[in-house]
C-alpha cells in the first residue's frame, strides 16, 4: 500500500519524466496576489506566467502545493473534523503548461498516470465536462471512456476561475465510483452530494482572463492548470474514501491520543480529526512566517490555533499539548518540507506559549457559554450579544463558539453578533480585503524580459559607469527625464544596493560622463520585476536624461557605510539572542537603516534588564574582537548543512550566499562550528567587525504577538548618544548638587559615576578608533612603507590627548613599525607619531611629525625618536600629510 510520501514521490516523478520541471512548493503567504489571504490552490505561484507578465526558462511545471483554506472566499474550517474531506491544510499535487501543451496531452498524461501508474480501474472513473466544450469531450472518447460516463455540466463547478478576477477557463474532472453499497449518485444528478463518486482530479484549460468589470478575453496563450489533493487521492489508494484514513493523519491522529490518552477512534474520534488537520496548518503557517495576532493572517492562524486547543481540552487534557505533537508531524512530513524541521522549536515555542494563553481563559468563557445557554428555551440560538462577549472579553471567535455549540445541536445568532461588532467599532474578525504583497507592474516584467537582471556590482564597489537601459514615469516606459522631473532609471550594471532583506535602498547620484554638470539625484533603489530589476528613483536636478546615456555612478559613501556597520550588527544581534533565550528565537523583520537598526524576532515575553544587558555586551564583545566578514556561494541545502541561519518563509535560488563573521569564544563549537554568526544575506557587511565600532541597544518592546522588537546604534550615532547620556548625568549632577548642597555625600556620589561613565566613554572612543570603526581615510590596517609597517588613521570625536595612547596600543599590536595619528578636533587638527623602539635609529616620530603639520596648516612638532606630537589648523588635508609621512619613510 503506498504512503502519502510514495504517491505525491509517484505523481513528480511521472510529470518530471514528461519534461516537466519540478518546482518546490511557494510559501503558504502570497507573493504575488493581494486578493488572497493564503496560497489556496497549486497555480498561484504561477499566476503572472499564465497572464503572460512573467517569463521563466521552462514552460512545463509540476508541483506539491502546500495549501491552506480557512479564511475569506475558501474556508472550509467549520467543517473540518465533521467530514471525511474537509481539511484547513492540504497538498495539492498539479502538472502546469504555459503555452506549451494544451488539453489533447494534459487529458492523455491523467488518464495515465491514474490508469496505469496509480492502478485505478478505467472501469470505475467518471469524468464531467463543462457543457459545451466539445473537445474535450472527444478527447476522453478517444482515450476509451464511454460516453455514458463523460458528463456535461453547465454550471460553475467545471468552469474555473482562481479568484473575482483573474486567469480563467472550463475545466474537466475525474471522479472516482466507490460503489453502490454508498449512497450517492454521479455528478449533475439530484444524489450528486453523496460519498459514492468523488472527485481526484480537476484539469483547468486556462483560456480567458476574467476582470474587476465582469469581462473576459481570451489569453495569448493556451495552457493548463491541474490540481488533485493528495489526501483524497492517498485515500482512494490506501483503500478508503475518508482521508483520516490515510497513513500521515492516521499518524498524527495516533500522536494525540497517546499526548491526551484517549481511544483515537471512540468517542473523542472528532476531536483528534481536528486536532491532526489543525497540527498542520498551524505548524505549515508558523514556518513560513505568520504569527497569531488580533488581525489579518495572524488571526485567521489564531483561529486554527484555539479551535484546535479547545477540542484537546474536551479530551481531558488538562497542559499544553499541541506543542508535543510536533515532532510526530516532522517525522511524517519534514522529508518534503525541510522547512518543517527547520522551524520546529519555534513551533513548538510558539503552540505551547499560545495554548498557556488560551487555557487561561477558555474554562471561564465556556462556563459563560453554559451559563448563557441554560437560561434559554432549548430551541433558541445563544443572542448575539453573548457571543459578541465571549470573543471581545475571552477572545472566542464566533466559529469556536459555534463549534461548540454545533455539538449540542445549537445556533448563534449572527445578525445580533454582527449588530454588536459594529456598535463597537470591534476588531476585525474574519473579514480580509487584502493586504499580501501587490503584483508588480506589467511595465517591469517586461523590461526585465528585455534586458534581463541587473547586474550589481555593489558588493566591490561605490562607483561605476552603466548605461541607461530605461526610463519610466508614473507606471509607463519613457524615453527622457527633464531637468525638475521624477522618475525611475534601469541601468545594464549599478554598484546600488535595491532594499531588501531588511536592508534600505541605497542613494546617490548619477552623472553624464559626457557632461558631469548634468546630474540626478538618487532618492532610492528599489527591486522590482519579481526582484531581478534595480531600478532607482531620481530627481534631475540639472540636464536631462534619456535612453542610452553613459552614466558616471557614485553610491553615497557615508550612507551605505552606516547602513553596512548596522546590518552586520543586526547578524551578531541574531546569534546573540539566540544563545541568551534560545534556539526558538527566529527573524520577524529587520530595519538596516543609516541612522539606526531595528530588530523584530520570535519569543513569547520581554527581556529582563539582565538578558538585554547580557545580548549587548556579547555583541560588543565580538565586534571588539575584530574578525573579517567573509562571504560564499553555494546551494541552499550545503548552506543549511552548515548551520546558516535562513528566514523563514523567504524565497531563495539555486544559490545563495552565505555571511559569516566572529570566531566563538569559550569551550565547544556552536551549530556553525567555530563560526560565531552564520546567515543566508544577500545585503552588504563591513569587512571586519571592528568596523561596526560599538553597539548600543536603546530598548526592547511588544511587536505583536509573540514577536519582540530591539532597537539599537552602532558607530558614531552609538557614540553620540552615549556623549548625550554623559552630559544628562553632568547636568544632573550639577542640577543636583545646588539644590542639595546639604547633602554632599550625594553629589559625591553621582560625580564618581559621571567620572567613571566619562572614563568608559573615553575607554569606548580608544577602542572605536583601535577597531577602525570611527576612522575615516587609511583605515588600521598596517601596510608595508620601504620595508617598515606603517599604520595611518585619520580620527573623528578623539581629543589630542587621547592619542598617545592610542600611539603605544598601535605599537604594540605592530610589534615593529610605525604609526601617524590625526585627529579631527572640531575646527582644528592634532597630529601624533610614534616608532616602535627598534626603529627609532633610522626613524623619528618627530621628522613624521614635522613633515605631517605644514601640510594641515601648523609648524613645528616635537617630542621623542619613539613619540612626537604638533597640530595644525585643519584635518582637511589629512590625506596629504600622510602621504609627507610616508615620503619619510621612504627615505
Aim: hydrophobic share 40%.
Amino acid at each position: 500500500m503506498p504512503t502519502l510520501n510514495d504517491i505525491r514521490s509517484t505523481f513528480l516523478t511521472y510529470f518530471e519524466k514528461q519534461g516537466h520541471e519540478v518546482v518546490a512548493s511557494s510559501p503558504l503567504v502570497p507573493r504575488n496576489d493581494p486578493t488572497l489571504l493564503f496560497v489556496n490552490s497549486g497555480m498561484v505561484q504561477f499566476k503572472n506566467l499564465f497572464t503572460g507578465v512573467e517569463r521563466r526558462d521552462y514552460q512545463r511545471a509540476t508541483t506539491s502545493q502546500k495549501c491552506v483554506r480557512a479564511g475569506g472566499k475558501h474556508n472550509d474550517l467549520d467543517n473540518v473534523g465533521y467530514t471525511a474531506r474537509h481539511h484547513t491544510f492540504f497538498e495539492m499535487l498539479g502538472n502546469f503548461s504555459f503555452g506549451d501543451y494544451f488539453k489533447d496531452e494534459a487529458i492523455a498524461f491523467a488518464w495515465e498516470l491514474i490508469t496505469r501508474h496509480f492502478e485505478i480501474p478505467a472501469e470505475r472513473l467518471y469524468v464531467t465536462v463543462y457543457h459545451t466544450d466539445d473537445e474535450a469531450f472527444d478527447i476522453w472518447k478517444k482515450v476509451g471512456v464511454p460516453e455514458d460516463r463523460i458528463i456535461r455540466i453547465a454550471t460553475s463547478d467545471n468552469f474555473w476561475q482562481m479568484g473575482p478576477t483573474g486567469p480563467c477557463g472550463p475545466c474537466t474532472e475525474i471522479f472516482y465510483d466507490h460503489g453502490d453499497h454508498i449512497w450517492g449518485g454521479p455528478p449533475g444528478s439530484p444524489e450528486e452530494d453523496g460519498d459514492r463518486f468523488i472527485e481526484i482530479w480537476n484539469i483547468v484549460f486556462m483560456q480567458n482572463e476574467q476582470f474587476e468589470d465582469g469581462s473576459m478575453k481570451a489569453l495569448d496563450m493556451q495552457s493548463i492548470d491541474t490540481g488533485m489533493g493528495l489526501e483524497r487521492i492517498g485515500a482512494l489508494l490506501q483503500g478508503s474514501h475518508d482521508n483520516y484514513d490515510t497513513d500521515t493523519m492516521r499518524a498524527l491522529i495516533e500522536a494525540s491520543a497517546d499526548a491526551t490518552s484517549s481511544d483515537p477512534d471512540g468517542s473523542g474520534k472528532t476531536h483528534h480529526r481536528v486536532i491532526a488537520d489543525h497540527l498542520r496548518s498551524t505548524s505549515f503557517l508558523i514556518a513560513d512566517g505568520v504569527m497569531p495576532s488580533n488581525d489579518g493572517r495572524g488571526y485567521v492562524l489564531r483561529r486554527i490555533m484555539r479551535r484546535a486547543m479547545r477540542h484537546a481540552h474536551l479530551l481531558g487534557s488538562q497542559d499544553p499539548v499541541m506543542h508535543r505533537l510536533v515532532p510526530a508531524l516532522v517525522r511524517q512530513m519534514g522529508a518534503a518540507y525541510p522547512e518543517l524541521g527547520r522551524a520546529q522549536a519555534l513551533i513548538e515555542e510558539t503552540l505551547r506559549a499560545e495554548e498557556t494563553r488560551f487555557k487561561q481563559t477558555l474554562d471561564r468563557g465556556l462556563k459563560l457559554l453554559d451559563d448563557e445557554m441554560s437560561s434559554l428555551p432549548e430551541d433558541a440560538p445563544l443572542p448575539g450579544a453573548a457571543a459578541f462577549k465571549l470573543y471581545d472579553t475571552y477572545g472566542f471567535p464566533l466559529d469556536l463558539t459555534q463549534d461548540a455549540l454545533r455539538e449540542k445541536g445549537r445556533t448563534v445568532d449572527i445578525d445580533g453578533f454582527d449588530a454588536a461588532m459594529a456598535e463597537q467599532k470591534a476588531k476585525a474578525r474574519a473579514a480580509w480585503s487584502g493586504s499580501g504583497e501587490a503584483a508588480d507592474a506589467a511595465v517591469w516584467f517586461d523590461l526585465a524580459e528585455e534586458h534581463g537582471a541587473t547586474d550589481f556590482l555593489g558588493y566591490d564597489t561605490e562607483a561605476a559607469e552603466g548605461q541607461v537601459l530605461a526610463l519610466v514615469q508614473d507606471g509607463a516606459a519613457v524615453t527622457k527625464l527633464e531637468e525638475g522631473q521624477t522618475g525611475w532609471v534601469v541601468l545594464n550594471q549599478t554598484p546600488f544596493y535595491g532594499e531588501a532583506g531588511g536592508q534600505v535602498g541605497d542613494t546617490g547620484w548619477l552623472r553624464r560622463l559626457e557632461n558631469e554638470d548634468e546630474q540626478a539625484e538618487v532618492t532610492d533603489t528599489q527591486r522590482m520585476g519579481g526582484g531581478s530589476v534595480l531600478a532607482h528613483q531620481v530627481t534631475l536636478t540639472r540636464g536631462t536624461l534619456s535612453k542610452g546615456d553613459a552614466l558616471q555612478l557614485e553610491v553615497d559613501h557615508a550612507r551605505r557605510t552606516s547602513i553596512r556597520a548596522n546590518h552586520s550588527a543586526t547578524h551578531l544581534l541574531h546569534e546573540a539572542l539566540r544563545r541568551a533565550l534560545g534556539d526558538h528565537v527566529a527573524q520577524r523583520g529587520s530595519l538596516n537603516a543609516p541612522d539606526r537598526l531595528r530588530f523584530d524576532f520570535s519569543h513569547g515575553k520581554g527581556l529582563t534588564a539582565e538578558e538585554l544587558q547580557q545580548v549587548e555586551a556579547e555583541v560588543n564583545a565580538y565586534i571588539r574582537q575584530n574578525a573579517a566578514v567573509e562571504t560564499r556561494i553555494m546551494t541552499p541545502d550545503d548552506a543549511r548543512a552548515l548551520g546558516a541561519q535562513a528566514l523563514f518563509g523567504e524565497k531563495y535560488g539555486d544559490e545563495v550566499r552565505v555571511v559569516s563573521m566572529g570566531t566563538q569564544t569559550g569551550s565547544g563549537k556552536g551549530t556553525n562550528g567555530n563560526t560565531y554568526s552564520l546567515e543566508l544575506c544577500g545585503g552588504t557587511h563591513v569587512r571586519q567587525t571592528g568596523d561596526i565600532g560599538v553597539f548600543v541597544t536603546l530598548g526592547d518592546s511588544a511587536s505583536s504577538a509573540g514577536v519582540r522588537r530591539i532597537e539599537a546604534l552602532t558607530g558614531a550615532e552609538a557614540f553620540a548618544y552615549l556623549s548625550e547620556q554623559d552630559q544628562r548625568l553632568a547636568e544632573t549632577a550639577l542640577e543636583l548638587k545646588a539644590q542639595a548642597a546639604d547633602v554632599p555625600s550625594r553629589v559625591r556620589a553621582l560625580l564618581d559615576e559621571r567620572k567613571a561613565l566619562s572614563n568608559e566613554v573615553a575607554q569606548l572612543r580608544r577602542e572605536l578608533a583601535m577597531a577602525g570603526g570611527a576612522g575615516q581615510g587609511s583605515g588600521s590596517e598596517a601596510r608595508e612603507v620601504n620595508g617598515v609597517k606603517f599604520v595611518a588613521q585619520v580620527l573623528s570625536g578623539v581629543s589630542g590627548k587621547d592619542l598617545p595612547p592610542l600611539i603605544d596600543e598601535h605599537k604594540q599590536r605592530l610589534g615593529s613599525g610605525a604609526v601617524l595619528l590625526i585627529a579631527d578636533t572640531g575646527g582644528k587638527a592634532a597630529v601624533a607619531a610614534g616608532v616602535t623602539s627598534d626603529l627609532t635609529g633610522t626613524v623619528s616620530a618627530v621628522d613624521l611629525v614635522k613633515a605631517a603639520v605644514p601640510e594641515l596648516g601648523g609648524k613645528g612638532g616635537g617630542g621623542r625618536p619613539d613619540m612626537a606630537q604638533g597640530g595644525g589648523a585643519s584635518a582637511d588635508n589629512a590625506d596629504a600629510a600622510i602621504t609627507a609621512a610616508e615620503a619619510v619613510l621612504k627615505g
